[in-house]
Each structure stands twice: as structure tokens, then as C-alpha cells.
């Protein structure tokens, strides 16, 4: 005869299995966060160097062409150097690498990192979001495999990757929603929230560090969206494919890019040429075209009416090949935060010629179609989207864009390679 305490032990087991993993996903989500948050305060230091310092000493303009082409082909060769001759050449190829994956081995991080540093602060059009994610898996499955070998490497990788994507964001729910898009349909124990359980544990810990260093915002100054009608819906539902569509065809090109450097073989050709073009680029797009792209965004969208449609579209295009170049040639970092800056340049573009257009639906609309070309995380994208929207009423007109802009990229090629160097779908 089944007792109380028979009856309950199945519903207490859980808790048994959950509770002592609290504290390791909380070291985790600490330490990614200091990792991300020590290498951006690096870069930081060294932009301020590089584009500051330097050119006021040398009396030259700082945005000057002579001065961009010089500094990112300069950096070219920094980088080129350490994936050269650094132990590990700075990690896998960065064009067959996405959010996630394996653990490296952990003499491969600090070059990686060094290599990620120099591109952020010289000015290349990628973010830190994959070296730093990347980095973390590798030092959490090397200590936690160490300090518990019985525990699967997975469970290490999961806490990395969440910790990351908290610290980067600055809450824990972008990492739910990513983990919760990988966990579907695998096999596992217990409920989809009990495996979420460490790693939201790890996303939070990440987050409020984050938040208590640096204090992060991805508000971009739009103006609220109070009360949206059926013509902010028809403009979400045009935009958002058509900025997915846009996002497309960088995916096409890609491949093809990443072949051409590729025939130059070594890393001291395929870096500096790299760094050559993005300094071109930056002179034919102007400074609001380099680096990560997170501030710059703020710029743009502080300047709505500032731009014509025109220059708009080009900031756009330099944005988006300096995308494709800075990731086909070698230099190591993440596509995020580009595409958020080629979504809002886009939508931008459409708000110029649409004036009636509110800006915020056009801004998030774009951005939502683009990362959903480019990362082809649906949540993610639509969680950036709605965060630069600051406003919960366009929370029904994105989830409603979503589903037009899903259908233009489901099966399409991806802004990632295999490692034959073609496209994945």
C-alpha cells in the first residue's frame, strides 16, 4: 500500500537533481559575464587608443579615409599575426561557426580572444557575441569537467552559452529563448523547464553582473508605439520580409566571397586584403559603418530625418558587404549586432520613403527580418526586435511580421558555412 510519502518522492526528485546545480551555473553565468565584460573593457581602451589618441596626436581627422584604410588594414595584420602564429590560430575557420557548438580546447582562447579584441577595436564590422561565447564553452567544460567528470559536457556548454548570451543582453530571457529553440524535440529528462533550470540560473547570474558593472541599454531613443492600427500592421508585414529578403542576399553571396579569399590561402593574404577592403568601405560609408555596430545604431536612430533615402540605402549596403568580408576573410567575432545595425538602416530607408510610416515599426520590423535572414534564430531575432521597439504594444505586430519573414528564410542559405564552405540550410 502506497504511502504519502511514496506518492510525493516522484514529484521531489526533481527538486533533489535541481538544487545542487545552482551553484555551479552561478559561478558559470558569473564568470562569462566577466569574460565578456573584460574583453569589451579591453577593446574599449583600445578603440579609444586607436581612433582617439593617435589621430589627435598625429593631427589627422580620426574618421579621416586615409586614416580608416590605414588603421583596418593595419589591423588586418595584427590579426592575420595571431591567427598565423598564435597556438590554436585563433580557433576554427569563423565562417562554419554559429552561437554554440563544441568546446575548443582551452589553449585555443587566448588567442581567439586576442584576435576578437583587435577586431573590435580596430573597427571591423563584427560583434563579440560568438568568440566570447565560444571561449566560455571551452574554460566551463575544461573546469567543470575537472571539478565533476561525471557530470556530461553538455551541461557545462549549456551554462556557457547562457551565461554569455545573459551577460550580452542583460537578461536572462534572450538565453531561454535560445536554449528553449535548441532543447526542442531532443531527448532528455524531465520537463523542458527542468533542463532550462541551470542554465536560466547561469543567463540570470550573467545578467545582473552585467548589470551591476556596466549597466547595459539597448534602447535606441525610438519613439513609443501607444496604439497601433491595421496601417502599422501592414507596414510590419511589408517590412519585415522585405528586410529579410535584403538579409538574403548576403547569405547567397557569402559563400562565394568566402571562396575568393580562400584561393589566397594563407592568413598574411586573406587578413590584410580583408582589412584594406573594410577600410574602403569605411571610407565610402562613412564611420557609422564600423565596428560591432551597437552604438552606431543609437546614432542612426537618434538622427531619423537626418538621412535621405539615398544615403540611408548606402550605409545599408557598406554596412552589410563589410558583414560578408570582415567574416569571409578571417577575423574572428559574430554577426548580431552588424545585422542589427543593417536592419535598422534599412527599415530607416523605408520610413524616409514612407513617411507616414511610424519609426519604430519600421526600425523593428527591418531588424526582425534581417537577423531572421542572418542568425535564423526565430526567438532571438524577434527578442531583439521587440527590445529595440521599447514599446509592449509592437510586441503583436513583430510576433504577426514574423511568420511572412519566417517563410522568405525558412530553407534558404544561412550566413553560416559547413566546413567544405558551402551554405547551410
Not at 587608443?49 to 596626436?57: K, N, R, S
Not at 560578408?324 to 523605408?350: N, Q
Request: hydrophobic residues 55%; glycine residues 12%; neutral net charge.
Amino acid at each position: 500500500m502506497a504511502t504519502d510519502h511514496d506518492a510525493t518522492a516522484p514529484a521531489d526528485a526533481p527538486v533533489r537533481l535541481l538544487l545542487p546545480q545552482i551553484l555551479p551555473a552561478l559561478v558559470v553565468g558569473v564568470g562569462s559575464a566577466l569574460l565578456f565584460l573584460g574583453i569589451s573593457k579591453i577593446a574599449e581602451e583600445l578603440q579609444g587608443v586607436l581612433w582617439e589618441t593617435l589621430p589627435d596626436a598625429l593631427d589627422i581627422g580620426a574618421y579621416s579615409s586615409l586614416w580608416m584604410i590605414t588603421v583596418l588594414t593595419a589591423t588586418g595584420v595584427a590579426v592575420g599575426l595571431v591567427v598565423w602564429k598564435v597556438y590554436g590560430h585563433a580557433g576554427p575557420d569563423p565562417a562554419s561557426e554559429g552561437l554554440g557548438g563544441p568546446p575548443m580546447a582551452p589553449g585555443v582562447v587566448p588567442g581567439l580572444l586576442l584576435a576578437s579584441t583587435l577586431a573590435l577595436a580596430g573597427g571591423v564590422s563584427l560583434g563579440p557575441e560568438q568568440p566570447t561565447i565560444a571561449s566560455a564553452i571551452a574554460l566551463a567544460a575544461w573546469l567543470g569537467l575537472r571539478a565533476a567528470p561525471n557530470v556530461p559536457g553538455a551541461f557545462w556548454v549549456s551554462l556557457a552559452v547562457a551565461g554569455t548570451f545573459g551577460a550580452l543582453f542583460g537578461t536572462p530571457v534572450a538565453a531561454a529563448l535560445v536554449l528553449s529553440e535548441a532543447l526542442t524535440g531532443q531527448p532528455g529528462p524531465g520537463s523542458l523547464w527542468d533542463r532550462l533550470f541551470a542554465p536560466l540560473v547561469a543567463a540570470g547570474a550573467g545578467a545582473m553582473t552585467t548589470q551591476l558593472v556596466s549597466s547595459p541599454s539597448f534602447a535606441m531613443g525610438l519613439p513609443p508605439l501607444t496604439d497601433p492600427g491595421w496601417q502599422d500592421l501592414l507596414a510590419a508585414l511589408v517590412i519585415a520580409p522585405l528586410g529579410a529578403l535584403f538579409g538574403l542576399l548576403g547569405c547567397y553571396a557569402f559563400p562565394h566571397l568566402h571562396r575568393a579569399f580562400g584561393r589566397l590561402r594563407h592568413p598574411m593574404a586573406m587578413l590584410p586584403l580583408g582589412g584594406l577592403v573594410l577600410g574602403l568601405l569605411g571610407a565610402l560609408g562613412g564611420h557609422l559603418t564600423l565596428f560591432k555596430g551597437l552604438h552606431e545604431t543609437k546614432e542612426l536612430v537618434g538622427s531619423i530625418g537626418s538621412f535621405s533615402s539615398g544615403e540611408l540605402a548606402r550605409l545599408a549596403v557598406v554596412k552589410l558587404v563589410a558583414l560578408l568580408v570582415a567574416g569571409a576573410c578571417g577575423f574572428r567575432g559574430g554577426r548580431v549586432f552588424p545585422a542589427v545595425f543593417i536592419g535598422a538602416a534599412f527599415g530607416l530607408i523605408a520610413q524616409a520613403l514612407v513617411p507616414e510610416v511610424h519609426p519604430a515599426v519600421a526600425v523593428s520590423a527591418a531588424v526582425l527580418g534581417v537577423l531572421m535572414a542572418t542568425t535564423r534564430q526565430g526567438w532571438v531575432s524577434l527578442f531583439i526586435a521587440a527590445v529595440l521597439a521599447a514599446s509592449p504594444a509592437m510586441l503583436t505586430l513583430l510576433c504577426l511580421a514574423s511568420l511572412p519573414a519566417w517563410l522568405v528564410v525558412t530553407g534558404r542559405p544561412q550566413l553560416e558555412l559547413d566546413h567544405r564552405g558551402e551554405a547551410l540550410r
